[in-house]
T-cell receptor, first 114, second 113 residues
Framework: DARVTQTPRHKVTEMGQEVTMRCQPI?????VFWYRQTMMQGLELLAY????????DSGMPKDRFSAEMPDATLATLKIQPSEPRDSAVYFC????????????FGNGTRLTVT | GQQLNQSPQSMFIQEGEDVSMNCTSSSIFNTWLWYKQDPGEGPVLLIA?????ELTSNGRLTAQFGITRKDSFLNISASIPSDVGIYFC?????????????FGAGTRLTVKP
C-alpha cells in the first residue's frame, strides 16, 4: 500500500527553537496539504500545494510558519521561532487533485514545545 | 475550525451493538467522506460518497450521501473492540477543489467488550 510518510513522528523542543517537519507524498499525487490537529480546534488546514506551487496558505500564521515543496517527493513545514501554542499533531496529506480522489494522510508529527 | 456539524461527539457502546453517527452542513456538498483515526495515527479513509442518495457499504460500515446534499450518516453494525477510534466526516464544497474540504469535529467511539 502506498503511504504518505512523515518525519519525525515526535518532536519535543524548547520555545524559540526552529522546527522542521517533512512529508513524502504518495508517488504520483500532485496535491499536498498540511493540517494541524488539536483537541480544541480539530483538523485545521494550514497550507495546500498543487504541482508543488503553494495555492492556499491562508490558515498558516505567516510570521512564523513557512511551507515549501523543494521537489515532488518532499514537502516541508517549518516553524521559526516555535511557541508553546504550536504544540499539536501536524498531518500531511496528498491526493490526485480530482473530484473522485480523496486525500490520504500520513501518521503525523506530534510536536511539543516547552 | 470545523464547518460541519458532526454528532454525537462521543459514544460508549457494548460490543455487538450497532452505531450511527451523522454530519450536517448548512451548504451543499459535492462529496462526503468518512475517515477513521486510530490513536497515534493519521485519518484513514473508510468510505467516499460522490452522488446524492448514494448508499455505500464497506464490510460492516454503511454510509449514505443525503438527498439534500447537506448531510451524511455512517452506520457500523455489530461493533467490535477494534472499531474504537475517532470517526471524522469530511466534505468537498461546491468548488470541487481539495482545499475546499472541511472536517467535522469527530465522533469518539468506545466499545466495551
Amino acid at each position: 500500500d502506498a503511504r504518505v510518510t512523515q518525519t519525525p513522528r515526535h518532536k519535543v523542543t524548547e520555545m524559540g527553537q526552529e522546527v522542521t517537519m517533512r512529508c513524502q507524498p504518495i508517488l504520483g499525487h500532485n496535491t499536498v496539504f498540511w493540517y494541524r490537529q488539536t483537541m480544541m480546534q480539530g483538523l485545521e488546514l494550514l497550507a495546500y500545494f498543487r504541482n508543488r506551487a503553494p495555492l492556499d496558505d491562508s490558515g498558516m500564521p505567516k510570521d512564523r510558519f513557512s511551507a515549501e515543496m523543494p521537489d515532488a517527493t518532499l514537502a516541508t513545514l517549518k516553524i521559526q521561532p516555535s511557541e508553546p501554542r504550536d504544540s499539536a499533531v501536524y498531518f500531511c496529506a496528498s491526493g490526485l487533485g480530482q473530484l473522485n480522489s480523496p486525500l490520504h494522510f500520513g501518521n503525523g508529527t506530534r510536536l511539543t514545545v516547552t | 475550525g470545523q464547518q460541519l456539524n458532526q454528532s454525537p461527539q462521543s459514544m460508549f457502546i457494548q460490543e455487538g451493538e450497532d452505531v450511527s453517527m451523522n454530519c450536517t452542513s448548512s451548504s451543499i456538498f459535492n462529496t462526503w467522506l468518512w475517515y477513521k483515526q486510530d490513536p497515534g495515527e493519521g485519518p484513514v479513509l473508510l468510505i467516499a460518497l460522490y452522488k446524492a442518495g448514494e448508499l455505500t457499504s464497506n464490510g460492516r460500515l454503511t454510509a449514505q450521501f443525503g438527498i439534500t446534499r447537506k448531510d451524511s450518516f455512517l452506520n457500523i453494525s455489530a461493533s467490535i473492540p477494534s472499531d474504537v477510534g475517532i470517526y471524522f466526516c469530511a466534505g468537498h464544497g461546491a468548488t470541487y477543489n481539495n482545499n475546499d474540504m472541511r472536517f467535522g469535529a469527530g465522533t469518539r467511539l468506545t466499545v466495551k467488550p
